[in-house]
């Protein structure tokens, strides 16, 4: 049972992860974009943290850390992504948002796959 609800919150955190790096289409100068990104943002790390949490607790002992410390480098870079947008600086966002893809990346790279 704790294999499938880890293969779960996998599934779920790679879909966010991605739905995450698309946002990065939607970073324009406009009130609009800017309302639908930082709603999109608060929304995939609340699902992100349930899944990750879910994660962490059903992992191998010898996994625990690493997804512990990978989680921690994510949850604090789309914290600060979160409040470039809430400002509205767009030079800030596009930096952050690019720390936070590179996160998301690695994410992706160490995420099981669907196999």
């Known amino acids: 049972m704790m294999d ?7 599934n779920r955190i790679k879909k966010c992860a991605l739905d995450l790096l698309a946002i990065g289409d939607d970073l324009m100068d406009d009130d609009d974009s800017w309302d639908l990104v930082g709603r999109d943002l608060r929304l995939k790390s609340t699902f992100l943290y349930s899944d990750f ?3 962490i607790t059903s992992a191998p002992q010898d996994q625990k850390k690493g997804l512990t410390e990978l989680a921690n480098k994510l949850f604090c870079s789309i914290e600060e992504l979160d ?3 809430k400002i509205r600086s767009i030079t800030l966002t596009h930096d952050r948002y690019n720390e ?3 996160i998301l990346q690695e994410l992706m790279e160490l995420m099981p796959s669907d196999k």
């Open 100 to 102: 936070a893809a590179g």
């Open 83 to 85: 409040e470039a947008v």
């Open 4 to 10: 499938v609800e880890f293969k779960g919150s996998a």
């Open 53 to 55: 949490s879910k994660m």
